[in-house]
């Protein structure tokens, strides 16, 4: 089979379901933003220095955003016309918002409270947590536009909001796993 098929050559492509849309409508909008996030999860599961259990839950995170850009990329008619397709999609559930939750609230027992505003930078594994987290901004604010023209799920928009806690929470482990203190932002005067 070959990679290519030449039908998106002329700026279209199509959603599940076979309807042929823009390359830049705003549902391939989101669940592209959400590909690209998932490349840099990939960039910093690879890294050096990330524990086993956190590349697990990377992988599980993986999987739940290929569900999230399959959901997005069903087209609105394809969930009554067609429903052995949709039959095929699996959900985003209650249990992996609290998943990701539960990461989160594992994480923070480890670190000291909150104070103050902080700038990323200095370690590596906690700035490519800070970029994961700045996708997974731009992916929401992405999928908050889809949503004012078709209807999303509000567990995939629990999720995506849950992801960008886990990445910022992430990455201020990673910085006191390196010993080293965060940067706190300080206003210019």
């Not at 999720?159 to 932002?185: C, H, I, Q």
Request: glycine share 4%.
């Amino acid at each position: 089979m070959k990679i290519y098929t030449k039908t998106g050559d002329k700026g279209t492509t199509s959603l599940i379901g076979g309807t042929r849309v823009s390359k830049d409508d705003v549902r391939l909008e989101a669940y592209g933003t959400f590909d690209e996030l998932s490349a840099f999860i990939a960039l910093l599961s690879d890294s050096e220095g990330v524990e086993r259990h956190e590349i697990e839950v990377m992988d599980r995170i993986q999987n739940s955003l290929l569900v999230v850009e399959s959901c997005l990329a069903l087209e609105p008619t394809a969930n009554s016309q067609q429903p052995t397709v949709k039959k095929y999609i699996p959900e985003i559930t209650e249990a992996d918002v609290k998943f990701l939750e539960d990461e989160i609230d594992a994480m923070n027992e480890q670190l000291e409270p909150l104070k103050y505003l902080i700038i990323p930078g200095g370690n590596i594994l906690s700035s490519k947590s800070h970029v994961c987290r700045t996708i997974c901004r731009r992916a929401e604010r992405r999928l908050v536009e889809m949503c004012r023209e078709y209807e999303v799920d509000d567990n995939i928009r629990r999720f995506v909001n849950r992801l960008s806690d886990y990445f910022f929470t992430l990455s201020r482990l990673y910085m006191k796993r390196a010993g080293l203190e965060e940067k706190p932002w300080k206003p210019m005067k």
